[in-house]
């Protein structure tokens, strides 16, 4: 079985910055996306950032220029995701996310981090 854990989140100044962690724990088998999404209280679940095995990286035109999602070289079951000059419309739950690259409907969910940014 498959778990993903995320972890980095707390409170942040604006401006500030965090790096949020996805460790996925067990196997999996194929190609997948790795992808981060977010929750603001009372909207819906939004793509931030995901990262393929091989192409390029796609952002939210919200975050472009101040976050980066990447790969740990040394652990291929990490990924982050930077996030620099946050804003207060930055906060929310932050959920890490696996999706095969074919079939989609395969996939696996964190429980997600909070991420506040606050004055």
């Known amino acids: 079985q498959v778990q993903l854990v995320e972890s980095g989140g707390g409170l942040v100044h604006p401006g500030g910055s965090l790096r949020l962690s996805c460790v996925i724990v067990?196997?999996?088998?194929?190609?997948?996306?790795k992808n981060w999404y977010r929750q603001a209280p009372g909207k819906e679940r939004e793509f931030v950032a995901s990262l393929a095995e091989v192409g390029p990286w796609h952002y939210a035109d919200s975050v472009k220029g101040r976050f980066t999602i990447s790969r740990d070289p040394d652990a291929w079951n990490t990924t982050y995701l930077q996030m620099n000059n946050l804003r207060p419309e930055d906060t929310g739950v932050y959920y890490c996310?696996?999706?095969?690259?074919?079939?989609?409907?395969?996939?696996?969910w964190g429980h997600g981090t909070q991420v506040t940014v606050s004055s």
């Open positions: 996310n696996v999706r095969h690259t074919i079939r989609h409907s395969l996939e696996h």
């Open positions: 067990g196997d999996l088998f194929g190609s997948y996306m």
